[in-house]
T-cell receptor, first 112, second 111 residues
Framework: NAGVTQTPKFRILKIGQSMTLQCAQDMNHNYMYWYRQDPGMGLKLIYYSVGAGITDKGEVPNGYNVSRSTTEDFPLRLELAAPSQTSVYFC???????????FGQGTRLTVV | DAKTTQPTSMDCAEGRAANLPCNHSTISGNEYVYWYRQIHSQGPQYIIHGLKNNETNEMASLIITEDRKSSTLILPHATLRDTAVYYCIVRPPSGTYKYIFGTGTRLKVLA
């Protein structure tokens, strides 16, 4: 199993550009999450999903969108990039009835 | 969701036990306490979890007070590789599994 795979690892965006951060897991986990982590800070929950077709907002959803058409994939969309979205983004998954959350290695995004 | 409070930072001498406290005074009866750590800029890593009994695994021990309003993560013999940010999280046993991380405790193990 590859676990949770995030792509790209690094990206520089210009203000106003759009992009999609990819997250894929091959463990058949129902629960998936997107977090952002600003320098020196903790993780903030952006969106999460309890299964294909079901998503919900977390603590800081503004400026982001998600979709969950399959169990494996949970992409995060930035429509109009702003400097405040400069951060490291982590994706995570948990199996139904499971305990441990599995995290990807992160995507480091800089908006200039 | 229950909130957690942790000290911002702690130091520990290498080879000594590191005791990391967490306050979760609003925890509900069916909510679990989870601990994760984040080494440098990597994704967080699961350490241990518990409901009301003390738990131990190969990485750490978790002590939960009888009233469940606080807990302590114990790393019995801290090494330099244990330098990390440690997060305490409260999570219900079922439902949305909405994981809310706090700011965590930055543990520095000193040689």
């Amino acid at each position: 199993n590859a676990g949770v795979t995030q792509t790209p690892k690094f990206r520089i965006l210009k203000i106003g550009q759009s992009m999609t951060l990819q997250c894929a897991q091959d463990m058949n986990h129902n629960y998936m999450y997107w977090y952002r982590q600003d320098p020196g800070m903790g993780l903030k929950l952006i969106y999460y999903s309890v299964g294909a077709g079901i998503t919900d907002k977390g603590e800081v959803p503004n400026g982001y969108n998600v979709s969950r058409s399959t169990t494996e994939d949970f992409p995060l969309r930035l429509e109009l990039a702003a400097p405040s979205q400069t951060s490291v983004y982590f994706c995570a998954s948990i199996p139904t009835g499971g305990t441990e959350a599995f995290f990807g290695q992160g995507t480091r995004l800089t908006v200039v | 969701d229950a909130k957690t409070t942790q000290p911002t930072s702690m130091d520990c001498a290498e080879g000594r036990a590191a005791n990391l406290p967490c306050n979760h005074s609003t925890i509900s009866g069916n909510e679990y306490v989870y601990w994760y750590r984040q080494i440098h800029s990597q994704g967080p890593q699961y350490i241990i979890h518990g409901l009301k009994n003390n738990e131990t695994n190969e990485m750490a021990s978790l002590i939960i007070t009888e009233d469940r309003k606080s807990s302590t993560l114990i790393l019995p013999h801290a090494t330099l590789r244990d330098t990390a940010v440690y997060y305490c999280i409260v999570r219900p046993p079922s439902g949305t599994y909405k994981y809310i991380f706090g700011t965590g405790t930055r543990l520095k193990v000193l040689a």
